[in-house]
């Protein structure tokens, strides 16, 4: 500062506090103001509470505890409001964070920040391990587990289960089945849908020597697909079990997988399946162009498809579904894709209360209706799995096809439940690479396997497990 | 010596007052700006360096590990390639970029017609898009199925290059983002030209300079400052590449992988696999090279002066 405006200061005081003051003051303002915003997203996510302001559904019963809920089902403004006007115990109070990663990612943040988290939690059965490893979610084996329990069949228990211990109350699933082109197929000779993956091979192969599209795809970036198809072949990725959690087993480069893996890198190398990644616009533009004689995929794809207008105009009754082919038909093996649960969090102060909507979202007539009709979800609560209405129902999208009869409750009854990995982010993330570099042509699937393998180990290792390959 | 000082304690007293309060009175002024500047630059980047010096894991809890993550990232080879990219990103793209600007600024230099002016804007506005609209725009350009390359190279019965795919894609990302940042380099560059007095163009005019001696031997060498400037800003920004390859991602996961940039990984780290401590790491890890890579530069070019030397 300068000689004159110091002398200025020394010649009135009284001016320097006043501008002191006015400093001060609007320096306690900014610092009021910033806690104040930090203060309000706090609280944002909910810990429970009667704070309703940052619902996305309304409550009537406003003297009731509310539970916080995070979930995306599309219908799910529907399932809330169903769900609370048929409860006089507790309400739901919900907000849709995003869906799949964008959830998991705020979830993870949460957790790792010890508040932020909502009482329920709507998640996919291959994340419940990834959150149990850290502590995040309740047990519900002692909320009201009995009185629901044989509402779902085993295989559907043990995805959202780690060993005794209940952490999901199962809503939908992914049963999955060979969704074909009909139309491609008429056009190339292919009279029978293909049972087993040789004649896979062979039909694919007979399509592209007649000048054909492209028979499937192998998207990196749906792993969860492949491990899938890994295990549908014997391949058992991993054990695990929470009474001794810092042990796991990792085999994700066993003979099956590698076979799996091969058998697709040899589809890819003839240029009988492409290589594009899927739920982009890319590749639904595919699908609906025809691109594709088949996609292998889960029972909740045609709800997808349809909302992404696939199926409709030109393409409609083009499609059907067949039994997911096989490798052994003597012995065959239905999996899994997707398929979600509401879970309860650590962080809520309600765990009774959280669990009683868990339990009940998604579970009354009106909502599991509303949800298999528009193909939104594939309901795993067994009463409308053996309904007459539910299993005859000819499927639009298949053309009338009573695809729940012939393909997908059979899957799903056949069903037996996976054992995933405690780091699903992870375990997915590599997938991906692994299988990119199978449809680059830089590794054969054996060598991607044993590098995935590989990389599963040192990771897991450096996590704190004690690993058995 | 003792009666000197003895002598003066009045004066002295009265300056230390005056002086004290003198701070004060510094502080307060600048304290809205230093509070900001506190609360949201330097307290959290002690915190991230806080958090870099631990190690969490998902069995046996926090320990504190020293300087161990950064000597993992240093090995580990994910972030070297990602480090590795945007390195080689950056030798191709600044140099492309600069030349793009500086010749349209150049010519807007010369050219006064409003076909001029209207250009001006339009070679700008793609700096008004956001940065993740633009990016999916590219993405839709780029397709294969709806996109227009198909159409134009059928044209003349070739296929369609894919700038998605592994081969392309550094083609692809450049492209974007010349896209996106020319217009605005080249608006600091014609700020920076329109600042040279005309009357030394007269002067080199009457040497019997050329357009193209004078945008060549005086033009660009009085503009150096803000060609220093531009460099300097497309260093930093391309090391921390993140929004472009991170939107290009959900269309082509198998060529853009989480490492494909060490911001990508380091967000990664930190959001998908919770591992907020060796996120960190990377983040100071990318901050050391990006520090090294803006030195060395400006060891370079310190002689020229300008707003770093």
Same mark, same amino acid.
């Given at each position: 500062?300068?000689?004159?405006?110091?002398? =200025?200061?020394?010649?009135?005081?009284?001016?320097?506090?006043?501008?002191?003051?006015?400093?001060?003051?609007?320096?306690?303002?900014?610092?009021?103001?910033?806690?104040?915003?930090?203060?309000?997203?706090?609280?944002?996510?909910?810990?429970?509470?009667?704070?309703?302001?940052?619902?996305?559904?309304?409550?009537?019963?406003?003297?009731?505890?509310?539970?916080?809920?995070?979930?995306?089902?599309?219908?799910?403004?529907?399932?809330?409001?169903?769900?609370?006007?048929?409860?006089?115990?507790?309400?739901?109070?919900?907000?849709?964070?995003?869906?799949?990663?964008?959830?998991?990612?705020?979830?993870?943040?949460?957790?790792?920040?010890?508040?932020?988290? %909502?009482?329920?939690?709507?998640?996919?059965?291959?994340?419940?391990?990834?959150?149990?490893?850290?502590?995040?979610?309740?047990?519900?084996?002692?909320?009201?587990?009995?009185?629901?329990?044989?509402?779902?069949?085993?295989?559907?228990?043990?995805?959202?289960?780690?060993?005794?211990?209940?952490?999901?109350? %199962?809503?939908?699933?992914?049963?999955?089945?060979?969704?074909?082109?009909?139309?491609?197929?008429?056009?190339?000779?292919? =009279?029978?849908?293909?049972?087993?993956?040789?004649?896979?091979?062979?039909?694919?192969?007979?399509?592209?020597?007649?000048?054909?599209?492209?028979?499937?795809?192998?998207?990196?970036?749906?792993?969860?697909?492949?491990?899938?198809?890994?295990?549908?072949?014997?391949?058992?990725?991993?054990?695990?079990?929470? !009474?001794?959690?810092?042990?796991?087993?990792?085999?994700?480069?066993?003979?099956?997988?590698?076979? /799996?893996?091969?058998?697709?890198?040899?589809?890819?190398?003839?240029?009988?399946?492409?290589?594009?990644?899927?739920?982009?616009? *890319?590749?639904?533009?595919?699908?609906?162009?025809?691109?594709?004689?088949?996609?292998?995929?889960?029972?909740?794809?045609?709800?997808?498809?349809?909302?992404?207008?696939?199926?409709?105009?030109?393409?409609?009754?083009?499609?059907?579904?067949?039994?997911?082919?096989?490798?052994?038909?003597?012995?065959?093996?239905?999996?899994?894709?997707?398929?979600?649960?509401?879970?309860?969090?650590?962080?809520?102060?309600?765990?009774?209360?959280?669990?009683?909507?868990?339990?009940?979202?998604?579970?009354?007539?009106?909502?599991?209706?509303?949800?298999?009709?528009?193909?939104?979800?594939?309901?795993?609560?067994?009463?409308?799995?053996?309904?007459?209405?539910?299993?005859?129902?000819?499927?639009?999208?298949?053309?009338?096809?009573?695809?729940?009869?012939?393909?997908?409750?059979?899957?799903?009854?056949?069903?037996?439940?996976?054992?995933?990995?405690?780091?699903?982010?992870?375990?997915?993330?590599?997938?991906?690479?692994?299988?990119?570099?199978?449809?680059?042509? *830089?590794?054969?699937?054996? *060598?991607?396997?044993?590098?995935?393998?590989?990389?599963?180990?040192?990771?897991?290792?450096?996590?704190?497990?004690? /690993? =058995?390959? | 010596?003792?009666?000197?000082?003895?002598?003066?304690?009045?004066?002295?007293?009265?300056?230390?007052?005056?002086?004290?309060?003198?701070?004060?009175?510094?502080?307060?002024?600048?304290?809205?700006? !230093?509070?900001?500047?506190?609360?949201?630059?330097?307290?959290?980047?002690?915190?991230?360096?806080?958090?870099?010096?631990?190690?969490?894991?998902?069995?046996?809890?926090?320990?504190?590990?020293?300087?161990?993550?950064?000597?993992?990232?240093?090995?580990?080879?994910?972030?070297?390639?990602?480090?590795?990219?945007?390195?080689?990103?950056?030798?191709?793209?600044?140099?492309?970029?600069?030349?793009?600007?500086?010749?349209?600024?150049?010519?807007?230099?010369?050219?006064?017609?409003?076909?001029?002016?209207?250009?001006?804007?339009?070679?700008?506005?793609?700096?008004?898009?956001? /940065?993740?609209?633009?990016?999916?725009?590219?993405?839709?350009?780029?397709?294969?199925?709806?996109? %227009?390359?198909?159409?134009?190279?059928?044209?003349?019965?070739?296929?369609?290059?894919?700038?998605?795919?592994?081969?392309?894609?550094?083609?692809?990302?450049?492209?974007?983002?010349?896209?996106?940042?020319?217009?605005?380099?080249?608006?600091?560059?014609?700020?920076?030209?329109?600042?040279?007095?005309?009357?030394?163009? *007269?002067?080199?005019?009457?040497?019997? !300079?050329?357009?193209?001696?004078?945008?060549?031997?005086?033009?660009?060498?009085?503009?150096?400052?803000?060609?220093?400037?531009?460099?300097?800003?497309?260093?930093?920004?391309?090391?921390?590449?993140?929004?472009?390859?991170?939107?290009?991602?959900?269309?082509?996961?198998?060529?853009?992988?989480?490492?494909?940039?060490?911001?990508?990984?380091?967000?990664?780290?930190?959001?998908?696999?919770?591992?907020?401590?060796?996120?960190?790491?990377?983040?100071?890890?990318?901050?050391?090279?990006?520090?090294?890579?803006?030195?060395?530069?400006?060891?370079?070019?310190?002689?020229?002066?300008?707003?770093?030397?």
């Amino acid at each position: 500062m300068t000689k004159k405006s110091h002398n =200025t200061f020394r010649r009135d005081p009284t001016t320097v506090n006043k501008k002191l003051a006015l400093a001060a003051v609007s320096a306690v303002a900014i610092t009021s103001l910033l806690s104040a915003c930090s203060a309000d997203g706090g609280s944002g996510g909910g810990g429970g509470g009667a704070d309703t302001s940052s619902c996305t559904n309304t409550i009537t019963k406003t003297d009731l505890p509310v539970v916080s809920v995070w979930g995306w089902y599309p219908n799910m403004d529907k399932v809330i409001d169903n769900f609370n006007a048929g409860n006089d115990e507790v309400q739901a109070c919900w907000t849709n964070v995003g869906q799949g990663n964008d959830e998991y990612d705020k979830f993870q943040t949460a957790i790792s920040a010890g508040t932020g988290a %909502p009482d329920v939690i709507m998640l996919e059965a291959d994340r419940i391990s990834n959150y149990v490893v850290q502590n995040a979610l309740v047990d519900i084996s002692g909320y009201g587990y009995d009185d629901v329990k044989g509402d779902f069949s085993e295989g559907a228990w043990k995805d959202v289960s780690v060993g005794d211990a209940v952490f999901g109350a %199962p809503v939908d699933g992914g049963p999955m089945g060979l969704i074909y082109r009909s139309d491609v197929f008429a056009q190339y000779g292919i =009279t029978t849908p293909p049972t087993t993956w040789d004649e896979y091979m062979a039909d694919a192969q007979k399509v592209k020597d007649a000048g054909g599209p492209l028979f499937g795809d192998l998207g990196a970036n749906v792993p969860a697909v492949f491990m899938a198809l890994t295990i549908q072949a014997g391949a058992k990725p991993f054990t695990y079990d929470p !009474a001794t959690p810092e042990d796991i087993g990792i085999k994700v480069n066993d003979d099956a997988s590698k076979k /799996v893996l091969d058998y697709w890198a040899e589809l890819v190398s003839k240029g009988l399946v492409g290589t594009q990644d899927q739920f982009t616009p *890319e590749y639904i533009s595919g699908m609906v162009g025809g691109d594709y004689a088949t996609y292998v995929s889960a029972a909740w794809a045609p709800g997808y498809l349809t909302g992404a207008g696939v199926g409709s105009g030109d393409d409609s009754g083009k499609f059907s579904v067949a039994p997911l082919p096989q490798w052994d038909t003597a012995n065959p093996v239905a999996v899994n894709w997707g398929g979600s649960a509401f879970s309860v969090t650590a962080q809520s102060s309600q765990p009774e209360n959280a669990a009683k909507v868990a339990f009940g979202l998604y579970a009354d007539d009106a909502s599991l209706k509303d949800g298999w009709e528009n193909q939104i979800i594939f309901p795993l609560n067994k009463n409308v799995l053996t309904s007459d209405e539910f299993v005859n129902a000819q499927v639009g999208f298949f053309n009338g096809q009573q695809a729940n009869k012939e393909v997908y409750v059979p899957a799903a009854d056949a069903y037996k439940g996976f054992t995933y990995s405690p780091f699903a982010s992870y375990y997915y993330a590599s997938f991906t690479e692994a299988l990119a570099a199978i449809n680059n042509g *830089e590794k054969t699937g054996s *060598e991607a396997a044993d590098e995935l393998q590989q990389k599963l180990v040192d990771y897991a290792t450096e996590q704190g497990f004690t /690993v =058995t390959e | 010596m003792t009666s000197t000082t003895l002598a003066q304690p009045r004066p002295r007293a009265g300056i230390a007052t005056a002086r004290r309060r003198h701070t004060l009175v510094g502080w307060a002024f600048v304290a809205p700006f !230093a509070i900001v500047f506190v609360v949201f630059l330097i307290a959290p980047l002690a915190y991230a360096f806080y958090l870099s010096l631990f190690r969490k894991a998902l069995i046996g809890g926090t320990q504190f590990v020293w300087f161990e993550n950064y000597l993992k990232a240093f090995t580990d080879e994910h972030f070297l390639s990602g480090v590795w990219f945007v390195l080689t990103f950056s030798v191709v793209l600044i140099p492309v970029q600069m030349l793009v600007s500086l010749a349209i600024a150049l010519i807007l230099d010369v050219v006064t017609t409003r076909f001029a002016r209207f250009s001006r804007l339009m070679i700008f506005l793609p700096y008004a898009i956001p /940065v993740v609209i633009g990016a999916l725009m590219w993405g839709f350009l780029y397709s294969k199925n709806f996109g %227009p390359l198909g159409e134009l190279f059928g044209l003349f019965g070739a296929n369609a290059p894919d700038f998605l795919s592994p081969q392309l894609i550094f083609f692809g990302l450049l492209n974007v983002v010349t896209w996106q940042w020319a217009g605005y380099y080249m608006i600091i560059l014609y700020a920076a030209l329109q600042g040279i007095d005309p009357s030394i163009y *007269e002067a080199a005019r009457i040497d019997g !300079a050329n357009n193209w001696q004078i945008a060549v031997r005086i033009k660009v060498p009085m503009i150096t400052n803000s060609l220093v400037l531009i460099l300097v800003f497309a260093l930093i920004g391309t090391l921390q590449f993140f929004n472009e390859p991170m939107m290009l991602k959900f269309l082509a996961a198998g060529t853009i992988g989480p490492d494909f940039t060490p911001n990508m990984y380091a967000y990664q780290q930190a959001f998908a696999l919770a591992n907020f401590n060796y996120g960190s790491a990377i983040s100071f890890a990318l901050g050391i090279v990006v520090f090294i890579c803006v030195y060395i530069f400006m060891l370079a070019t310190r002689k020229r002066g300008g707003f770093l030397g």
